[in-house]
């Protein structure tokens, strides 16, 4: 193909895969976009790409990742308009949206959940995932009005967990508790005000456990702190009021992860 053969942003490929880069464009179509070849190489192993847009150069440097993929060349310019980055890589996939139910989810009675709710900001959305995945959690699910999870900036964040671990969305978290007590799990909720200290609950992290973190600016709402089982904090001895969610949640994750690999035996 030569070059002026390659798609142009103009062309109606192009553009509508550009209207994937707004949530709205992303829920009507049930697709998304992975820029970069490491998304697209985890993409491509859940068997989502659908097809993939990349320029010459791309084309020829990862020339093997493309192998079996439907690929069409396009411009720098196109390439351009399909990134969300400062630095275009120059490979973009459009990918179906998995269909990650939640009773299949807990299904299987996972050990480890981490929920989300009202979780606004990509960055931290993504880093959660990435945490879920690295310290074997079942699931992440987002409730309540939080970020779009396949959002660009919570792809690039989670580093390909989202294409590792499943991520359910959900409208209440009231709801979402309810299933996962029915799944056998307990609800923790982190607040500054718990009433147990995560230093003295290694007894209570045996059992299977869903981990419940609020938004970043003031974390969980009173109402649905009320709503978990256990209030836990996290024991601070320097001068910091709080942790961010993503800190929190590492923190609580890797502790639940630790008592459960010891079988229960703190």
């Known amino acids: 193909m030569s070059e002026s053969e390659a798609l142009t942003e103009r062309s109606a490929r192009v553009a509508a895969a550009v209207k994937l880069q707004r949530h709205t464009g992303r829920r009507r179509a049930g697709r998304f976009l992975a820029e970069g070849p490491n998304l697209v190489e985890a993409a491509g192993r859940r068997g989502l790409v659908i097809e993939v847009f990349a320029t010459e150069p791309a084309m020829q440097r990862h020339a093997q990742l493309l192998t079996g993929l439907t690929v069409h060349r396009v411009t720098e310019r196109a390439a351009?308009?399909?990134?969300?980055?400062?630095?275009?890589?120059?490979?973009?996939?459009?990918?179906?949206t998995p269909d990650d139910d939640i009773d299949a989810v807990l299904a299987d009675r996972p050990p480890l959940v981490v929920v989300a709710v009202e979780l606004s900001e990509p960055g931290n959305a993504g880093t959660l995932i990435r945490l879920a995945d690295a310290m074997g959690a079942a699931a992440v699910m987002f409730a309540g009005h939080s970020v779009d999870?396949?959002?660009?900036?919570?792809l690039r964040s989670s580093a390909g967990s989202i294409f590792a671990v499943p991520v359910v969305v959900a409208d209440d978290p009231e709801d979402v508790f309810a299933r996962l007590r029915g799944a056998g799990l307990q609800v923790l909720?982190?607040?500054?005000?718990?009433?147990?200290?995560?230093?003295?609950a290694d007894p209570v992290l045996a059992a299977p456990t869903a981990w419940v973190f609020g938004p970043e600016s003031q974390g969980l709402s009173a109402d649905v702190a009320a709503l978990a089982d256990r209030r836990v904090k996290i024991p601070m001895t320097g001068g910091a009021e709080s942790l961010n969610v993503a800190a929190a949640a590492a923190i609580c994750l890797y502790q639940s992860?630790?008592?459960?690999?010891?079988?229960?035996?703190?």
């Open 80 to 96: 351009k308009a399909l990134s969300e980055t400062v630095t275009p890589s120059g490979l973009v996939a459009v990918c179906t």
């Open 257 to 266: 992860a630790r008592v459960q690999r010891a079988g229960g035996n703190p």
């Open 189 to 200: 909720a982190t607040t500054l005000d718990g009433e147990m200290n995560l230093d003295d």
């Open 149 to 154: 999870p396949y959002n660009g900036k919570v």
